[in-house]
């Protein structure tokens, strides 16, 4: 009786397999959904109305261990008819809204542009 040892046993061959196919699979889906996002905000018409800012928040990840933390800001606006929308703002723009403000909101799709507080001589 010959007993063969030759080749990796069977559940590591199709872990070796399925794993890089799943972590591409979310590459690809992550780059598809940032690039599918980018072309509806492109094709959206750019707004500008008159709204208040409801509330501010950020939203920080990594930074533990030897890994630097980044922040995402996003401001909710409410618009005269109730309706509100929240943006993904910069860090810079964020510093200078304060909930209260209200003014002209400029956006498209999901896309912040600009905000100008009322009174401030835009």
């Not at 964020?94 to 896309?111: K, S, V």
Request: cysteine-free; aromatic content about 14%.
């Amino acid at each position: 009786m010959h007993v063969s040892f030759g080749g990796p046993p069977p559940l590591f061959s199709v872990l070796f397999t399925l794993i890089p196919i799943f972590v591409i699979g979310v590459f690809v889906f992550v780059i598809g959904k940032g690039l599918f996002t980018w072309m509806n905000n492109n094709a959206s018409e750019k707004v500008v109305a008159s709204a208040t800012i409801v509330s501010k928040r950020t939203q920080v990840s990594g930074g533990s261990g030897d890994t630097s933390a980044h922040t995402s800001y996003y401001v909710t606006f409410q618009f005269e008819n109730g309706d509100r929308i929240e943006l993904h703002v910069r860090g810079a723009d964020y510093g200078l809204m304060a909930e209260g403000d209200q003014g002209q909101l400029g956006y498209q799709g999901t896309r912040f542009l600009h905000f100008h507080r009322a009174g401030t001589g835009w």
